[in-house]
């Protein structure tokens, strides 16, 4: 789960640790989506977003 600990971003700003993972060419869209959301929405069993909104 990405950004779950804010210890590991002292001195960078939050975006530009977003985007340096979303922008990363050595990781496939699976494991991105898996690390920008889909784990969390595994473990907390959350639904999945409604793409229509």
Known sequence: MWASDKTVTFGYRWGDLLYSLRDDPELSS???AWLLGGTA????NWPAADKAQ
């Open 30 to 32: 699976e494991e991105k």
């Open 41 to 44: 929405r595994k473990v907390l």
